[in-house]
C-alpha cells in the first residue's frame, strides 16, 4: 500500500516563499498522476496542483503562475514550490495519487497523508 507523507510546511509573511515535499513509501510517480490539494477551514478541499504519468502539469486558477509542480522518479518525491505566497493560500496541504481518469477533481486521488501546515500572516 502507497503511503504519502508531507512535509515544509510553516509560517511565512505574504510575500514569502515554501516549498513542500512529498515522500512516497512506493514507486508510483512514473504511474500515476500526482497531486498537491489544499483545505482551509470552511472551505471544500482544492486541487491546486497536478502531474500526470508523463509529466504534463495543471493548476488552478489560484495558483497559476505562483506555484510548480515537480517530481523525482529517482528519489520518489513530488514537490510544490509556492512562491509570492498570500493569506489566502492558508490551508493544510495534502499530496495524493490519483490511479485512473480523470484526475480532475480530488474525490480522484487517495492515499491521503497527515497534511502539512502553510499560515500565510504578517
Known amino acids: 500500500q502507497v503511503q504519502l507523507v508531507e512535509s515544509g510546511g510553516g509560517l511565512v509573511q505574504p510575500g514569502g516563499s515554501l516549498r513542500l515535499s512529498c515522500a512516497a513509501s512506493?514507486?508510483?510517480?512514473?504511474?500515476?498522476?500526482m497531486g498537491w490539494h489544499r483545505q482551509a477551514p470552511g472551505k471544500q478541499r482544492e486541487l491546486v496542483a497536478r502531474?500526470?504519468?508523463?509529466?504534463?502539469?495543471n493548476y488552478a486558477d489560484s495558483v497559476k503562475g505562483r506555484f510548480t509542480i515537480s517530481r523525482d522518479n529517482a528519489k520518489n518525491t513530488v514537490s510544490l514550490q509556492m512562491n509570492n505566497l498570500n493569506p489566502e493560500d492558508t490551508a493544510v496541504y495534502y499530496c495524493?495519487?490519483?490511479?485512473?481518469?480523470?484526475?480532475?477533481?480530488?474525490?480522484?486521488?487517495?492515499?491521503w497523508g497527515q497534511g502539512t501546515q502553510v499560515s500565510v500572516s504578517s
Open positions: 495524493a495519487y490519483c490511479s485512473g481518469f480523470p484526475c480532475n477533481t480530488p474525490d480522484r486521488y487517495t492515499s
Open positions: 512506493g514507486r508510483i510517480f512514473g504511474l500515476y498522476s
Open positions: 502531474m500526470n504519468s508523463g509529466g504534463a502539469t
